[in-house]
């Protein structure tokens, strides 16, 4: 595994459904960790606290670009060595973008500041295999409400643990791509689900132009 490693001094706002750090611990382990690994598409990043992964980043423009959106999500966070779980997760995220049909069931994510409905809609995306997709309108009738479809649009757009949550799975009615809130938008989206060998339409959907940057 190949750690980008290096200190900056920056600091933001966390996204508003990612948990809040609070000051490192007296013994000076930071309460919220994060690590920036080199993978086939650029270099992704993890964050985690002591309850699992709270922040996955794909690819920003460098590492250093990454490594400034972990911080900026993560108030306080600091750069560490990942623990075992966590390093396990990003060789997995590595193989992933390699090609390789890996799913993440077993990775613990804390989601203690994701409204319910999110939660649900990622426990629906992250059961979508690797190669195959499904629709918002499909995701929505897995909810229960085939009415949902805008809201599953919206909780995806807001996706901060991609691609653990494999967000690129879900599709727009008719196969077009939909929306994608990362970096490089639908192309980047395209590009994950050509990875994985999956079906795939070329059309912008209906969250393009209103998801926030993740």
Known sequence: MHWLV???????????????????SPDSTPRIGFCVFETAIGPCGLAWGANGIVGCQLPEASAGAT???LQQRFAGAREATPPTEVQQACEGIVALLRGEGVTFEDVRLDMSGVPEL????????????PGTTLTYGEVAQQLGDA???????RALSRNGYAPIVPCHRVLAAGGQAGGFSARGGLATKLRLLSIEGAPLGGAPGLFDHDAPAL
């Open 6 to 24: 290096a200190r900056i001094d920056f600091s933001g706002t966390p996204d508003r459904h990612t948990v809040n750090p609070s000051a490192p």
């Open 67 to 69: 490594r400034a959106r």
């Open 118 to 129: 999110h939660r649900r809609v990622y426990a629906i995306t992250r059961a979508i295999p």
């Open 147 to 153: 009415s949902l479809a805008r809201a599953v649009g």
